[in-house]
């Protein structure tokens, strides 16, 4: 009797336990971002009550909540503030504001962010120039960094800097010829007069982490070169709570600001992996993944680094999430949220150091 002939079906079925465990991680992924269907009419909706979290309209411009409908325009209701006199949308101040784009494929967008695509590899993917995936990433980034917050740490805290190499991609204006010996944008000099610098030079960027047991974390810029106290003390006052806990390697500074900011100090020496329940385990397997996110995008303007450690961030936040919530917290948040940067205040960026 001829063999029964297998479908499309038992043939994937087939397949699936021959894959890596990598490789089946992988497949997953793309099956949810791609093939589930997300109704764009729902997301929008949520995006207006999470807009609107706190029970009343609040204006965008002036964030006064004496605010009254004003008629609708092109489908969309409109309000009036009655404190600044102006008007506005659900959509005024969001990311896809006066985009002629539809939300879905502003949907789309984020799927391929989320899959740690280039700004180039975002826009062949949605068919958009490279100036607008450019543009599109940071009002996104933009949004989503007042939705993810600075972070305030509590209880025990593990931190540490990390360190990129200073990028000065997108400051210079197109150079038609490419000379020996002229600086490129990561600031390195080409083969001829290229000079080892030793040590900690003000081409490494110092990137300050900290993360507590309850899985706040706070990311950013600190300085340039060797970490000066005033710069790491004007970084974390403030953000943690007096009588923390704060474990760190045994690099100076940490010990002064935790007599400043009253905290206990508790110093892992290097080489040593753990003290007790104290350790900096957490924040070193932060760094790595934080090295692997970044090392997809192909080098990154600093001017630009503190929008990706906000991306980082979110992606750490919802880790544990399945892709298709990761995708539907990235869309809602970020139109939930208020960005009014013009390109030319994105392009002309200078780097947020503390
Ligand atoms: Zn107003």
Known sequence: ?????????????????????????????????????????????????????????????????????????????????????????????????????????????????????????????CKINIATSFFWRHKILDALATAVG??????????????????????????????????????????QTKKKKRGLSHEQVAVGTALDRLGNLKMGLICTGRLEYPALKRFYEGYISANSTLCTDSAHGYSTLSEELHLNHIKIASGKRKKDIYHIQHINSLHSRLKAFMSDFKGVATKHLQNYLYWFKFIEIFKSERESIKLERAYVLSQANYTDCSVEAIRTRTPAFV
């Not at 200073?166 to 944008?185: L, M, P, W």
Request: some cysteine.
């Open 150 to 191: 600075v972070g305030d740490l509590e209880g025990l805290i593990e931190a540490d800097e990390t360190f990129f190499r200073y990028n000065r991609k997108g400051n210079f204006t197109k150079v038609r010829s490419y000379k020996k010996g002229v600086r490129t944008s990561t600031g390195r000099t080409t083969k």
């Open 1 to 125: 009797m001829a063999k029964k002939k297998k479908t499309i079906k038992e043939k994937v079925l087939a397949l699936i336990p021959k894959l890596s465990q990598d490789e089946f991680e992988e497949v997953a992924q793309f099956v949810e971002l791609n093939h589930i269907n997300f109704h764009i009419d729902n997301l929008q909706r949520e995006v207006k009550e999470t807009r609107y979290s706190k029970g009343q309209y609040t204006c965008p411009f002036c964030h006064g909540t004496h605010v009254v409908k004003n008629g609708t325009k092109k489908g969309l209701q409109r309000y009036l503030c009655r404190h600044c006199h102006k008007s506005f949308s659900d959509q005024t101040a969001t990311p896809s504001c006066h985009s002629k784009k539809s939300p879905k494929l502003w949907l789309q967008y984020l799927k391929c962010m989320l899959s740690g695509y280039t700004i180039r590899k975002c826009a062949e993917e």
